[in-house]
């Protein structure tokens, strides 16, 4: 079992809609996680971390995770086209990062 | 100019060559790793390196090896190709300050071995 898992989708919304964008990881040592965004033919970009448990803001994303159940969201607001990417969750390991597989975006308009 | 820099970005060859992918980086970090990143699998680690004399293997090691030249140059080589190593390869750095652990990843190598 991977540490990370995530559901690559495709995920197709129409321009404004909200998006959540799931992961569960296994261990619960994990303290911190991240989200990266990948546009195509680009390499992956931090986009988010948070820590612990609670909520993390930044314009229209927030990003969430609940360690009672081992699950990281990050949600997006009035999703715009130039929102279309994958997204990546991930947990530091010590050395490196855990990617999750990434979910794939659509955001039409 | 890009922080972190990879050639070749595209890279076509037959089963059995052995083929030399190429990184570079201008931030100045210790830390520097080689994923491969595939449809359905994501990206996994293939080797990391905390300095100049330090290097490790990842999850997915075998296949491959690869030379740290320099705190800025990281090398990953395929000595005998093969087709299921067809995969997009990305290198990254960090600092890793803490546990946060940000990498800033190059914009891929996309090798295809026939």
């Known amino acids: 079992q991977k540490e990370v898992e995530q559901d690559p989708g495709p995920l197709s919304v129409p321009e404004g809609a909200i998006v959540s964008l799931n992961c569960t990881y296994s261990n619960s040592a994990f303290q911190y996680f991240m989200w990266y965004r990948q546009y195509s033919r680009k390499g992956p970009e931090l986009l988010m971390y948070t820590y612990s448990s609670g909520n993390k803001e930044d314009g229209r994303f927030t990003a969430q995770v609940d360690k009672s159940s081992k699950y990281i969201s990050l949600f997006i607001r009035d999703s715009q086209p130039s929102d279309s990417a994958t997204y990546l969750c991930?947990?530091?390991?010590?050395?490196?990062?855990?990617f999750g597989k990434g979910t794939s975006l659509l955001v039409t308009p | 100019d890009a922080d972190v820099t990879q050639t070749p970005r595209n890279r076509i060859t037959k089963t059995g060559k052995r083929i030399m992918l190429e990184c570079s980086q201008t931030?100045?970090?210790?830390?520097m790793y080689w994923y491969r990143q595939d449809p359905g699998l994501g990206l996994r680690l293939i080797y990391y390196?905390?300095?100049?004399?330090?290097?490790n293997k990842g999850e997915i090691s075998d296949g491959y090896s690869v030379s740290r030249q320099a705190q800025a140059k990281f090398s990953l080589s395929l000595e005998s190709a093969i087709p299921n190593q067809t995969a997009l390869y990305f290198c990254a750095t960090s600092d890793w300050g803490g546990d946060t652990g940000e990498l800033f990843f190059g914009e891929g190598s996309r090798l295809t071995v026939l």
């Open positions: 991930a947990t530091p390991s010590g050395y490196a990062l855990n």
């Open positions: 390196s905390f300095d100049v004399k330090d290097i």
């Open positions: 931030k100045g970090h210790d830390r």
